[in-house]
């Protein structure tokens, strides 16, 4: 039987594209396994970005343009699951009465959010873009993360990278996740920014820290790979873990698979982090959030 130390190296030579250095008929089996399973992962599509080159196997080696189906998934991320995730946050961390304070002060800003969000729903973008820049300009940072989304994927405006950073920061600075999530996949990607790891780490950390999911997905990769940060296998075990446990699908598999390459301490420790993890959120985040 081989032993975690052996199927960690197996895992690392696949990942960094190494000739076999064990080559029993166990071995064998092992790392045909893993490259059966890898391969799997990128036809299901729960592989956006890779912790490292796969230069023997191909077919995983490059990122796909995104798909239709990728763009949707974004918007209908940004518009329901996010925004219930950041509410769920919200009822655990703050006092039902201050809640319900904040509720019906929103009310109002809400209900103009109302026919903007319902059209972008709808991929009616035109309307959406009509509706809800004026309340992006006074301050709106649903309004603000939605007009950056369409200037993104150029849905009803034009497709403008530098425009759609500048909305999302301005709902990032506010605080509010989904924003500094797709802000800071900008810098890491270099679009409408020079690419930037270290910047995208940052806006990464901070939504990760009120919990929100893509983000802490994110940086389990960033940790897996060392990019803007130095390569840290306990670190991505950790977020993943987190990510996982608040609800992002893809989290399970890359921790169990970035697991085979950490020894039984190490799994350990990074369960001892994300035990003891706690999200922070400033109390203006709150607004703007069911």
Not at 44 to 63: H, K, Q, R, V, W
Not at 89 to 110: E, G, N, V
Not at 157 to 180: I, N, S, T
């Amino acid at each position: 039987m081989l032993t975690i130390d052996q199927m960690s190296r197996i895992t690392k030579e696949i990942m960094l594209g190494l000739p076999p250095s064990l080559t029993t008929a166990e071995a064998r089996e092992h790392r045909r396994q893993v490259e059966e399973e890898l391969i799997q992962m990128r036809k299901d599509g729960i592989m956006p970005d890779l912790p490292y080159e796969f230069d023997d196997l191909p077919s995983l080696a490059s990122n796909p343009i995104p798909s239709e189906s990728d763009i949707q998934l974004c918007k209908t991320t940004l518009i329901r699951s996010n925004l219930e995730s950041q509410w769920r946050l919200a009822q655990q961390l703050i006092p039902i009465a201050l809640i319900l304070s904040f509720l019906y002060l929103s009310t109002p800003a809400w209900a103009d959010d109302k026919a903007g969000v319902e059209a972008f729903e709808r991929s009616d973008y035109a309307t959406a873009v009509r509706e809800l820049r004026p309340l992006a300009e006074h301050g709106d940072g649903l309004a603000q993360s939605m007009l950056g989304w369409m200037y993104e994927w150029g849905e009803g405006v034009p497709k403008d990278y530098v425009q759609a950073r500048l909305w999302y920061e301005k709902a990032a600075v506010q605080g509010f996740a989904p924003a500094q999530t797709n802000l800071g996949a900008l810098y890491n990607n270099g679009r409408g920014v020079p690419q930037d790891y270290v910047q995208a780490r940052l806006w990464y950390e901070k939504a990760a820290a009120q919990g929100f999911p893509d983000a802490q997905f994110t940086l389990g990769q960033m940790y897996a790979k060392g990019q803007g940060v130095p390569q840290n296998h306990v670190q991505a075990h950790m977020w993943y873990n987190l990510a996982a446990a608040n609800g992002e699908e893809n989290g399970t598999k890359w921790r169990d698979f970035v697991a085979r390459m950490m020894t039984p301490a190490q799994i350990t420790q990074a369960q001892k982090l994300a035990r003891e993890w706690k999200p922070q959120r400033r109390l203006k985040d709150q607004r703007r959030v069911f």
